[in-house]
């Protein structure tokens, strides 16, 4: 497959100029991550700008006491958007990267990605949405941090991942990661809520009893 079959995800492709188009065809460096693959942040500068063509990653900070929280998602068809914003501000590059499938992403070098928001309207256009999407989304998640209590947070991560039968596949210590809180404070309060017969708990999932409203 040529490197435009990859990117055909990827919308703004069509709209850019053809030279612009050639040139990011030939910068960009095709890799292919198996699921379960980790980068560790090591705090350097970014070495490239993902463009996810197959599978989705999760990103996420480790702190100094060792825990761990999900940042944020890229899924198929989007732009690692800390990578951009590191590449633009000079920044040094502080998150790690897991694979949740087998991924294939389209790593676009600093200076191609430098040139072509320089030169480009298609594809500055896209970065800058891409920029638009994920802040807004980060205020929301600021919003529901801030506002609502821990197990209001629980019950919205619990409905949104429940399947047609109220079950959800998970652990408590991958609740605590996605919601940035602790093992602990999760346990406590599934626990509360099990006993007020929201859910009922079993090894490796949890079923609601009551659809959240």
Do not use: W
């Not at 626990?191 to 859910?199: H, Q, R, T, V, Y």
């Amino acid at each position: 497959m040529d490197k435009k079959g990859y990117l055909k995800e990827f919308t703004f492709i069509e709209g850019m100029d053809p030279k612009n188009r050639n040139y990011l065809m030939d910068a960009l460096i095709i890799k292919r991550l198996p699921k379960g693959f980790v980068m560790v942040g090591d705090q350097g500068n970014c070495k490239g700008i993902p463009l996810v063509t197959k599978g989705n990653l999760r990103l996420f900070k480790i702190s100094e006491n060792g825990r761990e929280m999900t940042v944020y998602r890229v899924a198929e068809g989007e732009l690692c958007v800390l990578a951009a914003v590191c590449v633009l501000g000079g920044l040094e590059y502080q998150y790690s990267v897991e694979a949740e499938k087998d991924c294939v992403i389209a790593d676009i070098p600093p200076e191609a990605f430098i040139y072509l928001l320089e030169k480009d309207n298609s594809f500055k256009t896209y970065v800058f949405r891409t920029l638009a999407d994920k802040l807004i989304s980060s205020l929301n998640t600021m919003e529901m941090i801030t506002f609502k209590s821990i197990e209001e947070r629980i019950i919205d991560y619990l409905d949104t991942h429940a399947d047609n039968q109220g079950k959800i596949v998970t652990t408590h210590e991958k609740i605590a990661i996605e919601l940035g809180s602790s093992r602990e404070v999760i346990s406590r309060q599934l626990k509360k809520m099990a006993d007020e017969g929201l859910l009922t708990q079993k090894r490796g999932s949890i079923i609601l009893n009551k659809k959240p409203q």
